[in-house]
């Protein structure tokens, strides 16, 4: 009913920048937030970024200052502006909304990841 497509991952070195992006689509009512969570090779998916309806941020203390969330409303679209990027970054990027597809329903929705490797 809902779909979260994400896009931007690829290869970039250290230092370097890039750009996710996350769009829903599907019967949305509501979107409360959206966000975005990494899971490294052998390490526990943990969160990045989150901005909820009303604009409000927060920020895993590992990219504060480097990483920017922005939203689209009008494109249900959300964005990952990845600055500075480390060789630490390296994950497989994965989308997260918090979604009512009606008045009675919510529900948590996940994209399908896209990886981002930072390396020379």
């Known amino acids: 009913q809902v779909q979260l497509v994400e896009s931007g991952g690829g290869l970039v070195q250290p230092g370097g920048s890039l750009r996710l992006s996350c769009a829903a689509s599907g019967s949305i009512f509501s979107i409360h937030s959206m966000g975005w969570y990494r899971q490294a090779p052998g390490k526990q998916r943990q969160l990045v970024t989150t901005?909820?309806?009303?604009?409000?941020?927060n920020y895993a203390d590992s990219v504060k200052g480097r990483f920017t969330i922005s939203r689209d409303n009008a494109k249900n679209t959300v964005y990952l502006q990845m600055n500075s990027l480390k060789p630490e970054d390296t994950a497989v990027y994965y989308c997260?909304?918090?979604?009512?597809?009606?008045?009675?329903?919510?529900?948590?929705?996940w994209g399908q990841g896209t990886q981002v490797t930072v390396s020379s």
């Open positions: 997260k909304a918090d979604i009512g597809s009606s008045l009675f329903t919510r529900y948590d929705y």
């Open positions: 901005i909820t309806s009303g604009g409000s941020t």
